[in-house]
């Protein structure tokens, strides 16, 4: 794609809501490296940027100017399992199939695991930082932002808008999109991003040429699905394995509940001090997939 080309499609929302729409009705390897871009918080949990949404990269020809992926990450008798969900190739994945084994089971210490174990959504895009605080060095830069349904949903609103005095607007357009305040507060302990909001609408910058220009730093989003990236359905089944203790490499097991054999769980031979439940870090706290998603591949079979 050239420039001269995205300008002129500019503000074509069909293409966009189309996508939203799958997205919305579908269940369907990242690095925390230097590309990535984080608010930081202060010593209250609360964070302040601005930035803006990028439209699709030039180097992805036909892509979305953002990717959605699954992930899981959770820590079992053998260590943790940490990794990307194949589900996000539309491929079959063996955590997911394991999970739907035990909602199904009907057993509710079963349906807690798999709660536990679920994948957990993000998105990522390109973004333009206008303004950091904390970060001055970052503004005027483009990084790659991992966000959550929260954020997701702020950008879905902006589009399919409320009420009829509100105009649809795509928060993804260099000269018709708004920038986006990033506000984030501690609400019972978590991150919270309702108080986020996109601004009035208006160029990003008043100069074509200094807007090519930062398209053309965009990364790749269709690069960080690619199935390379991925593990193996038979790698992530055998870490799978051994990180519930379904390898016979751990400690010896027991079931959790008498009436049901579809989840093994290891347990220590002697009496230990029961430890608090491990955590695992969130960008944003209502990122994961909701359970629909056991109810359709229950559906599946």
């Not at 990180?243 to 989840?263: I, K, N, Y």
Request: aromatic share 10%.
């Amino acid at each position: 794609m050239d420039f001269s080309k995205l300008k002129k499609s500019s503000s074509n929302l069909d293409k966009l809501t189309k996508a939203l729409e799958a997205v919305n009705t579908s269940s369907d390897s990242n690095s925390d490296d230097d590309h990535y871009w984080k608010p930081e918080l202060d010593k209250s949990g609360n964070g302040y940027a601005v930035i803006r949404f990028l439209p699709e990269p030039p180097q992805d020809e036909d892509g979305l100017p953002w990717v959605k992926m699954f992930r899981h990450g959770f820590q079992g008798p053998g260590g943790w399992l940490i990794d990307d969900c194949r589900t996000t190739l539309n491929e079959k994945c063996p955590v997911c199939e394991h999970n739907t084994q035990l909602w199904n089971s009907g057993i509710e210490a079963n349906k807690k695991i798999a709660r536990d174990q679920k994948r957990k959504l993000t998105y990522v895009s390109n973004i333009y930082v206008v303004e950091d605080p904390k970060r001055p060095e970052n503004n005027g830069k483009v990084f790659l932002f991992k966000y959550g349904k929260s954020i997701f949903d702020k950008i879905n609103g902006a589009m399919h808008p409320e009420f009829e005095d509100e105009k649809p607007m795509n928060p993804f357009d260099l000269w018709k999109g708004a920038n986006f305040k990033v506000k984030i507060r501690k609400v019972d302990g978590y991150q919270n991003y309702d108080k986020c909001e996109f601004d009035s609408p208006a160029p990003l910058l008043d100069d074509d040429d200094a807007l090519e220009k930062v398209w053309k730093q965009e990364y790749s989003l269709k690069e960080l699905i690619d199935p390379s990236k991925f593990k193996s359905y038979d790698a992530i089944k055998a870490r799978l394995d051994k990180v519930l203790g379904l390898a016979g490499t751990a400690a010896p097991r027991t079931t959790v509940e008498d009436s049901s054999h579809m989840f093994e769980t290891e347990v220590e031979e002697k009496p230990v001090a029961k430890k608090a439940p491990v955590k695992t870090p969130s960008i944003d706290e209502d990122e994961d997939d909701d359970m629909n998603y056991f109810a359709k591949l229950a559906a599946e079979d």
